[in-house]
């Protein structure tokens, strides 16, 4: 099971070339070095294949050295006195990123720097830090601050525009426009209250509801969910 973050970017950047794309098509569609950068931040076992679309079955598509997230090539040791470490990052470091000394152990960054600069971090002489070598980032903060502001904890909204019709011995229909798209679905015939008639203000209300039933409607380049109140209202005469 992967994490939300995960869930979050993977679908983000999807939803982003599959717009790309037909938006554009094939000669239009080209990727961002740094959303493939993004990708291996969040999880990675090494690298990223084709799969089996253009590839020879066989162990050059397992991961035998590692099963989980293996993280990104980030920072260079510089040089290390007595456990006072001087990296240089090799990528935007970003304050709270986490970075893999080894299986047990890790460090996190306490400010910004960026790509190509360097800063001093004192860690245990005991760690083999020694010069040259290049340390993994395995959790990027930037991108893991970015999902939780935008995805976690949020109700996705979209302005569309209604029209309701509901007329007695007629078919309830609702009307949804939405940037151009309009769908109408109808719902059963409305006939005269006996008790209880529904008021306008009372149908606006329900309209207004977050949760109705939902329709998925097939449209051009996307989906677009409309929201369907379908009543069996009531009419004052």
Known sequence: MKNVTYAAMVTHIYRKYVDMYLERGRKGFKVDKQDIDDLSDIYNRGAFTTGYYDSVKGKKMMSLGRPNHMGTECLKVVSNKAGRITFKALKNVNRGDVFEI????????????????????????????????????MNNAKIKAYVADNYVGTT??????????????????????????????????????????????????????????VLWWKMQKCNLMMVCLCLSAGLRN
Do not use: W
Request: charged share 30%; glycine share 6%; proline share 4%.
């Open 102 to 137: 080894d299986k047990e152990h890790s460090f996190e960054s306490g400010a910004d720097v960026a790509a190509g600069q360097t800063f001093v971090v004192n860690l245990p002489k005991k760690y083999l830090l020694y010069e040259g070598r290049i340390v993994n980032r």
């Open 156 to 213: 996705p909204k979209l302005h569309v525009d209604m029209k309701l019709i509901v007329r007695k011995n007629e078919n309830i229909s609702l009307t949804v426009m939405y940037d151009g798209i309009e769908k109408t679905c109808t719902g059963e015939i409305v006939t005269e209250a006996q008790n209880c008639p529904a008021s306008e203000e009372e149908l606006v209300k329900n309209l207004k509801k977050p949760v109705i039933h």
